[in-house]
C-alpha cells in the first residue's frame, strides 16, 4: 500500500549501511506517537506507515547538507505547504567510554493535500534489537582551523556583494541572519569560507529572535553612538543559550564553516548584569562544544584577558583594534599555536559615516604603523570603515 498523509513529520539523519555513510529521512504523521524503540518493541511493529528514504549523501555527510530532504519537500505540489526544522542534537551514552553526538536533522511539514509515496520508495525497517537502530555514531572530525595570514573581509553593512572582490579574500565574515544560504553556497563555490557573524552577548531588537529573551536576563544598553536597540544579555541564562543554540543551529543549516560570536566581553563593559571574567571563560567554552557538535569552528572575539584559558578549545580569533589599544601581545598565543587572528582597524575612528575616499584618505597617514605591526606580529590585518561595509584595505 502506498504512504499517504495529509500531515507527517520527516527527520533526516546520518546511519551507515555496510561501513558507508547515508542520509536517511523518515516520515511518520503527526498524529503518531515519536518513532523510537520503546520497551523492547521496534518501530516496524509500531510504526507502520514508517518508512525509509535513503540516498548515498555527499561526500562529508556530516556537513548538514539538507539537499535530500529539501528536494523532496520542494518538489510537493502544494504552494501553500510550510516545512520548518533544523539541527537536532542529543547525546546517547554507552557506545563507548566518551559519548559521542548522534546527528540528525528534525523538519515537520504541513500541508492541506495528501501526498502519495509510491510502493516502490517505501522501505520499512525490521528493527529486532537495539544494535539494529544505531545511528551513525561518529567522532567530530577536528574543526577548520585557518592559519595565520589567512585574508579576510569583514562584511555586515549590507549582504556581501559576489563580485569580483570576492576572490581578494579567503575568508568572509558576514551577517548571520542577513546572508542567505544561496550566498554562502556561492561562496563556497568560488572557493572561499564563511564565517557567520552573531552577537552573542546581546539582544538586537531588530533580530527575528529578539522577542526570545527574558526581560529578567536584558541589562543596561551598549554605550556609544549606533547601539541603538541593543543591550546587554545574561550568557549563563538558560534561556539565553537556547537561543544561541537556535542560532549556531541556522548557521549550520546555512552551511557556515564557523561562527563569529561578538560581545562575549561584558565583563568589561557596565553591562548592569554582574557579568564576570569566569563567566565569560564558562560561556566561550560552551559555545566552542555547540559550534563543534554541529561541525562549525568558533573564534573568540576580543575578549583577550581570557586568552590563555580559551586559546586551545577555539580556531581563531577577531580582534578590532589592538593596535589602536596596544593589546597586540595579548593575541599572540593564537599565532603561536597556528591559528589566524583576524585584525581590523578602524582609522576614521567612531564615524559611522566615513566615506571610503575619506577613509582612503585618512588611512595614508596610519596604515604604515597599524597594518605594518599587525602584519609583524603575524595578525591578518585589514583597514575597514566602521560601518563594516564591503570596502577594504588589506596590509
Not at 533526516?12 to 503527526?30: Q, R
Not at 540528525?104 to 502519495?116: D, E, L, N
Not at 520499512?124 to 561518529?138: R, Y
Not at 580569533?317 to 581590523?344: I, S
Request: with cysteine.
Amino acid at each position: 500500500m502506498p504512504l499517504e498523509a495529509c500531515n507527517f513529520r520527516c527527520e533526516a539523519s546520518v546511519v551507515k549501511v555496510h561501513g558507508e555513510p547515508e542520509y536517511v529521512v523518515e516520515f511518520w504523521p503527526l498524529a503518531s506517537p515519536e518513532p523510537h524503540t520503546q520497551g523492547g518493541n521496534t518501530w516496524g511493529e509500531h510504526y507502520p506507515l514508517l518508512f525509509y528514504l535513503a540516498k548515498r549523501a555527499a561526500p562529508d555527510p556530516t556537513r548538514g547538507d539538507s539537499h535530500v530532504v529539501q528536494e523532496l519537500l520542494n518538489s510537493l505540489p502544494d504552494p501553500n505547504s510550510s516545512v520548518s526544522g533544523g539541527w537536532l542534537f542529543e547525546y546517547r551514552p554507552g557506545y563507548s567510554r566518551a559519548d559521542h553526538p548522534v546527528k540528525s536533522r528534525r523538519w515537520s511539514y504541513r500541508s492541506a493535500h495528501r501526498i502519495t509515496v509510491p510502493s516502490g520508495q517505501q522501505k520499512v525497517e525490521d528493527c529486532t534489537s537495539s544494535a539494529s537502530t544505531d545511528l551513525a555514531i561518529k567522532q567530530q572530525d577536528d574543526p577548520w582551523q585557518p592559519p595565520p595570514g589567512t585574508t579576510w573581509n569583514y562584511v555586515l553593512h549590507h549582504p556581501v556583494k559576489l563580485d569580483h572582490t570576492i576572490e581578494q579574500s579567503q575568508v568572509w565574515i558576514v551577517d548571520l541572519f542577513d546572508t542567505p544560504a544561496t550566498s554562502v553556497a556561492e561562496l563556497h563555490r568560488r572557493g572561499r569560507k564563511v564565517i557567520a557573524y552573531l552577537s552573542a552577548g546581546t539582544r538586537e531588537d531588530w533580530r527575528p529572535d529578539a522577542p526570545l529573551f527574558p526581560p529578567s536576563d536584558l541589562g543596561r544598553p551598549l554605550d556609544g553612538d549606533g547601539w541603538a536597540g541593543e543591550r546587554w544579555a545574561r550568557t549563563g541564562s538558560p534561556a539565553v543559550r537556547a537561543v544561541m543554540r537556535a542560532r549556531l543551529d541556522l548557521a549550520a543549516a546555512k552551511g557556515f564553516d564557523g561562527v563569529d560570536p561578538d560581545n562575549v566581553d561584558g565583563y568589561d563593559n557596565e553591562s548592569g548584569l554582574g557579568l564576570t571574567r569566569d563567566g565569560a571563560v564558562d560561556y566561550v567554552l560552551w559555545l566552542a562544544r555547540e559550534a563543534r557538535a554541529r561541525g562549525l569552528s568558533v573564534g573568540l572575539k576580543n575578549a583577550g584577558d581570557i586568552v590563555p584559558r580559551v586559546v586551545d578549545h577555539v580556531q581563531f580569533c577577531v580582534n578590532e583594534q589592538a593596535v589602536q589599544y596596544g593589546d597586540e601581545e595579548q593575541f599572540l598565543p593564537f599565532v603561536r599555536q597556528g591559528k589566524a587572528v583576524f585584525h581590523v582597524e578602524y582609522p576614521k575612528g567612531e564615524d559611522p559615516d566615513s566615506e571610503r575616499q575619506n577613509n582612503e584618505k585618512e588611512v595614508k597617514g596610519r596604515k604604515r604603523d597599524k597594518c605594518m605591526r599587525g602584519r609583524q606580529h603575524g595578525f591578518s590585518t585589514i583597514i575597514k570603515n566602521v560601518r563594516l561595509d564591503q570596502w577594504v584595505q588589506m596590509s
